[in-house]
């Protein structure tokens, strides 16, 4: 898996696997943003392109050891793009650097599932809205106006923002926590690591299209799967659960947000316990 996203950007990641699938993660919420595929251009690292340096054009040099010929996926930013019928022409920021041309055949696209692709284009777009409001009511001038309370005009806010990432159940980093019951928060958190999950599962299983071709990796194919991440299908009903009263906050907590597991102690030679 390191060698197929050799050109994301995971420095200081090690080889922790799971750090790597998340920034590919965060890429594709990025795009997907603006209701875009995540675009990707498969080839090989020995493949010569013309294109600047940046962080987002930059291919990386094979790391010692790594096989020259291995496949690699390289990240296409939309808005770099031209689309033709049939291939990509993608512009370089460098105005002196000419276009590149990309055969339809290297590239490949990741979206969202639906209708976590349209939650999340309305949240992004909602909060945008909410944000430049914020700009207007907390202006210094309108202090001194009579009547006005600065404190009903940040709780507003803060509604405003729990009902627009209502959709995917975010809980905008606490900002309306004090604003809703402990059940609710859970629901919604619930509700969070639902759309996160499936969102790694999708990612999850459009690299193993890769890994595991065996025309790419010859007899090096493989597949990788996810462990310790809730069933999202468990989290639905979590979710009715917790609404229903049969599930408790903290019962979801210790179940679905911080698992806490059991110390197992085993007869050691001596007849001692180990933990």
Known sequence: MFALLNDFNHTGYDRDPAAILCDFVDGLLEESAGGEDLLLELHLLPEQVNRSKSRRFGRPEPSEGQDKSLPTLGFIPNWSVRQARSSLSQVSPDAAQPAVIIPGSRVHRLRLRSPNLGHWTQVVRELRQVDATKAIGTDIDRLSWEGYSFSKVVETQNLAVAATTAPIGWDGRGTFSELVTSPYLAFRRLRFVRFWAETVQDSVAFL??????????????????????????????????????????????NRYFFPKYATRRVASADGGEQS
Request: charged residues 20%.
């Open 208 to 253: 193993n299209q890769f890994t595991s071709n065996e025309s790419l990796y010859g007899s090096d194919a493989f597949t990788f799967s996810l462990s310790g991440l809730p069933a999202p299908r468990d989290l639905t009903d979590a979710m009715r659960d917790i609404r229903s009263g049969s599930l408790t906050v903290e019962q979801a907590h």
